[in-house]
């Protein structure tokens, strides 16, 4: 089964490449799904990973780097469930960033775990049919 990577995920794994402290479990466990295959990317996560690099040069490397990994299409289904979650959590008082509740979407409508190191998504489950990915 595939897993959807969240960006803090993503982030720190793209710092450590570059040495330093010793991974999280999640990047660890995101080594091991990249070994497997079993890594989905979202469109929505590439434009996170994506943004705020100011140097072109470092751009360029990291866009082909995550061209690797192909989205999966996000229809209005998505972003209607997407939706519908946000407003049951707002409801409940909990917060979230569209992004989050995109993923939430996906991971309910794709039958895919998030691998992420958000400690907002163990809120989101108390109240939306999620999956989250524990690392091994």
């Excluded at 710092?15 to 990047?27: C, F, I, W």
């Excluded at 997407?82 to 959590?89: E, I, K, L, T, V």
Aim: glycine letters at 6%; a positive charge; charged letters at 30%.
């Amino acid at each position: 089964m595939k897993v959807i990577i969240d960006t803090d995920v993503w982030s720190e794994a793209l710092r450590k490449s570059k040495g330093g402290d010793t991974p999280s479990a999640q990047v660890r466990e995101l080594g091991e799904l990249l070994e497997d295959g079993r890594v989905q990317m979202v469109g929505l996560i590439r434009m996170e990973i994506l943004c705020g690099i100011r140097d072109e040069k470092r751009f360029e490397k990291l866009k082909k780097a995550v061209a690797a990994f192909p989205d999966r299409e996000l229809d209005t289904e998505v972003f209607e469930t997407a939706a519908a979650m946000f407003n049951r959590c707002r409801a409940k008082g909990i917060q979230g960033s569209m992004a989050d509740f995109v993923l939430c979407a996906c991971s309910t409508l794709w039958g895919m775990p998030i691998l992420t190191k958000d400690k907002d998504f163990n809120r989101y489950q108390r109240h939306l049919p999620i999956k989250l990915h524990t690392p091994r």
